[in-house]
């Protein structure tokens, strides 16, 4: 039966009338908003936990550097900070002894307004080479790091760690598919 055909009867027949969403989201919703002040603190301390949890990993791979150590080589403008984010995930810094952007040959970094931070489809072409020779957990080259700054909300761009490195090589990129 075309969809133009059918009757109020056979579109209920095929799932749930419209009518109990109605219910169902004046039940859910103080459901939600009474569990919110259990979940959030909890989905939050989670969060800490797994990128303690992979700063831990990094280090015994011997891919950790700590931020004061690191620090008189940015002041210098060696080497080049890649910085990984994702809608709603962590901003994880590393650092190369590399010019990233030098040493991918013609790929070019994509603007940062065109990066995917939402994680659909396949990634820009720099952007794979990049998590693939820099910041891959297995085969990465480029050392974690961890800034003792507060970033400012929605994505860190470039212009964070220039206004702090004028003369360094920032990189921004997205985190793949796990």
């Given at each position: 039966m075309p969809a133009a055909a059918q009757t109020p009867s056979s579109r209920s027949q095929r799932g749930i009338s419209p009518l109990i969403g109605i219910p169902l989201v004046l039940v859910g919703l103080p459901l939600a908003l009474l569990f919110m002040p259990v979940w959030l603190p909890t989905a939050m301390a989670a969060h800490a936990w797994r990128e303690h949890r992979f700063r831990k990993q990094m280090r015994r791979a011997g891919r950790f550097i700590e931020w004061p150590d690191l620090l008189p080589r940015l002041q210098r403008s060696e080497g080049t900070l890649i910085v990984e984010q994702a809608q709603?995930?962590?901003?994880?810094?590393?650092?190369?002894?590399?010019?990233?952007?030098?040493?991918?040959?013609?790929?070019?970094?994509p603007q940062e307004s065109d990066l995917d931070y939402f994680r659909r489809g396949e990634p820009h072409p720099f952007v794979r080479w990049c998590h693939e020779r820099f910041i891959a957990v297995v085969g990465g080259i480029a050392m974690l790091t961890h800034p003792p700054y507060k970033y400012p909300p929605g994505f860190v761009g470039a212009s964070f760690f220039h206004e702090r490195f004028p003369g360094l090589a920032v990189v921004i990129t997205v985190k793949q598919q796990a």
């Open positions: 709603k995930d962590a901003v994880r810094v590393w650092w190369t002894d590399e010019n990233v952007a030098r040493g991918a040959g013609t790929l070019q970094p």
